[in-house]
């Protein structure tokens, strides 16, 4: 005898689901049989990845760059502390990179620091040209700002800074002494872009590991205080950026050198981009490296990646260059200064 099928959904349908998750699942079923037979609503097309040959013809032109922005919500929150802060301190210490030093030097901290005594570290001096840095010395000096080239991770030029701040701060602890102030503290604020050293520098000043560094951006998000000598403090702020590049060159050079996360770039265009300096420039590190001759360094910026990629043996399937790894290698190795001590701006 056939059995009766009790179940009111069909043999084969299945069961309605329980729960919050399921409810929903219900709901959805609900609206598409509702819907079913009516015109779908037009969306608009998402933009979609460029094949790797569009990607090789973008990159071959060097009119074409690609728009850099990053300023996550925490920036705003630090430029409002910093703003909050500079009452509490009595100079403004700046750390900018001597690779880029335009590049890396936020203009809204001109702005928000006026009246303050600044000194300007050029780190990473060890990476830069010597003579450009030099030449930016001499530039901000004229701009009546104490610079100092430094490199933070050796120790380089950081035993300059706390005699050059009881200079620039001689005339505010002779008013404290006058007082009756014996030993007046003066405190001294540290600002910068994000991965400009700001920690290292720290670290390095006050002789021991209490700030937190790593060679990534946005490390630093609280502000911290530190003696960094007998009558000085320093406090510590989290690196900040610009809402927006106007000049897209700029933001290009803080991807050069890190201070820009790499997710929001196209990698392999940020490696062209870089080569067609680097040709320019020519540094027998760069040249040597990487086995190029001068017919190379004739060829386009992409041209020069793929043949990077050869002579490193970085292929895949087919034989073909493998221009991704020869972008990520090339980028490592001139933030190493692997390539040369290279300065990308003259002042």
């Known amino acids: 005898m056939k059995k009766t099928n009790n179940n009111q959904y069909g043999k084969n349908a299945r069961k309605p689901r329980v729960g919050r998750s399921g409810a929903r699942m219900n709901a959805a079923n609900d609206r598409s049989q509702k ?63 001597a690779r880029i030093p335009v590049s890396s030097r936020n203009p809204d901290i001109a702005g928000l620091t006026a009246g303050k005594p600044r000194i300007v570290l050029l780190n990473k001096c060890d990476m830069a ?9 001499s530039y901000l000096s004229r701009e009546n700002v104490r610079a100092i080239p430094v490199d933070c991770k050796s120790g380089r030029g950081v035993d300059r800074f706390v005699p050059a701040l009881k200079e620039l701060l001689s005339s505010r602890i002779e008013r404290y002494q006058a007082k009756g102030m014996v030993n007046p503290t003066m405190r001294v604020m540290i600002v910068g872009i994000p991965n400009v050293g700001k920690s290292t520098f720290i670290n390095r ?126 980028l490592d190795e001139f933030r190493a200064a692997k390539l040369g001590r290279i300065t990308l701006e003259e002042p």
């Not at 079913?36 to 097309?45: D, S």
């Not at 300023?71 to 700046?94: C, N, S």
């Open 35 to 97: 819907n079913a037979g009516k015109p779908r609503p037009v969306r608009e097309n998402k933009p979609v990845k460029a094949s790797r040959s569009r990607q090789q013809s973008a990159a071959a032109s060097s009119e074409h760059t690609q728009v850099i922005q990053w300023y996550p919500g925490h920036m705003t929150k630090t430029r409002r502390r910093i703003e909050k802060d500079l009452k509490l301190v009595d100079a403004v210490a700046e750390i900018i990179d």
């Open 129 to 137: 040209d010597p003579r450009a840095t030099a030449k930016w010395v």
């Open 205 to 330: 000043i006050a002789k021991k590991v209490k700030a937190v560094s790593a060679d990534r951006p946005g490390v630093t998000r609280g502000n911290q205080w530190f003696t960094v000598a007998k009558g000085f403090e320093m406090l510590d702020t989290p690196g900040v950026l610009w809402p927006k590049f106007d000049d897209q060159t700029v933001g290009e050079h803080l991807a050069f050198t890190g201070a820009i996360k790499s997710e929001v770039m196209d990698t392999e265009l940020l490696a062209v981009r870089l080569l067609e300096l680097l040709r320019e420039l020519k540094t027998p590190e760069f040249i040597e490296r990487y086995k190029l001759s001068e017919e190379d360094l004739s060829l386009p910026g992409y041209e020069i990646l793929s043949k990077i990629a050869r002579n490193r043996g970085m292929l895949i399937a087919g034989g073909e260059a493998d221009a991704e790894r020869a972008a990520y290698t090339l």
